[in-house]
């Protein structure tokens, strides 16, 4: 794409001609088989054996030890996927897109030039997502242990972070994991989850300053490094075995929201390994 480095992180080979024709940089994770028309973050100095529990973040790890060093300062560079992916304008909001885009439209939303609201930003983040809005059954099926010890945590006013990644990523996790940081993060992280609602969505980011990215990636992985000591590998079930990527997907609003200067921009679902696309 002009101007933009853009990579997408996908698991199969098949999405390579699309990923193409959108001008994006096609990037393999996982242990699938791919063609040399891809990066694959199992090369160079990498993390890729963790790609299990770390998700995207260790292509992150491989783009921060073995790119970002050799780029200039101010270049845009970001990171989409093929489940996720950043829409052309800020007409819709992302729900409203995940609720409307077919194969057939798909073309129409997805972003392929650089819009002009971003000339005076130096970093785009996905629209905010809401924590404060999960259902009821939600809560007696994952919270239950919550809700009976007190009652009063799920009043609308108090559904903050902490409670959220409570219920679903285990009692005190979130505390636990927040202890490891450095001092000069520690507090305010933890006053973040506390006071927050929402964060910003899908661990995707897209920026024109090497280094603001090269700060949150030596903050993001000592942080993740430090709670292996806690947490470990043998983790069981989804919530818990990608553990560190729900962690780093609340830490990246947090520490981009106090050192950036961030516009929010819509990303919306749509599965392109179930929903087979021509992009044209």
């Known amino acids: 794409m002009k101007n933009l480095d853009l990579y997408c992180m996908c698991l199969n080979e098949h999405h390579v001609s699309n990923v193409k024709k959108l001008g994006y940089i096609p990037v393999g994770l996982g242990k699938n088989e791919f063609s040399k028309d891809w990066l694959r973050d199992n090369t160079g100095e990498n993390i890729a054996h963790k790609n299990s529990f770390y998700g995207e973040y260790t292509f992150y790890y491989w783009f921060w030890k073995n790119i970002l060093p050799n780029m200039n300062e101010n270049k845009w560079v970001g990171f989409s996927g093929y489940r996720y992916h950043w829409a052309s304008n800020k007409n819709l909001h992302s729900d409203e897109i995940t609720k409307i885009v077919n194969k057939d439209n798909f ?34 099926k994952h919270g239950k242990k919550i809700l009976i010890k007190n009652p009063l945590s799920f009043l609308k006013n108090n559904r903050n972070i902490r409670l959220h990644f409570d219920i679903f990523h285990g009692i005190g996790n979130l505390d636990k994991a927040i202890d490891q940081l450095d001092e000069n993060e520690r507090d305010d992280f933890r006053n973040f989850t506390r006071n927050k609602k929402s964060f910003n969505r899908e661990n995707l980011f897209i920026c024109r300053s090497k280094s603001l990215m090269d700060g949150y990636f030596k903050s993001i992985f000592k942080w993740l490094s430090q709670c292996e000591k806690i947490f470990g590998f043998d983790l069981k079930g ?10 780093a997907e609340r830490y990246l609003s947090y520490w981009f929201q106090k050192y950036g200067k961030p516009l929010e921009w819509p990303i919306f679902f749509f599965d392109t390994n179930k929903n087979k696309i021509e992009v044209k």
């Open 107 to 140: 073309n129409n939303y997805i972003l392929k030039e650089i819009p002009n609201e971003w000339n005076e930003y130096n970093l785009i983040l996905g629209e905010q997502w809401f924590v404060d809005k999960y259902k009821l059954s939600k809560i007696i």
């Open 238 to 247: 989804y919530d818990m075995t990608r553990i560190y990527a729900f962690l």
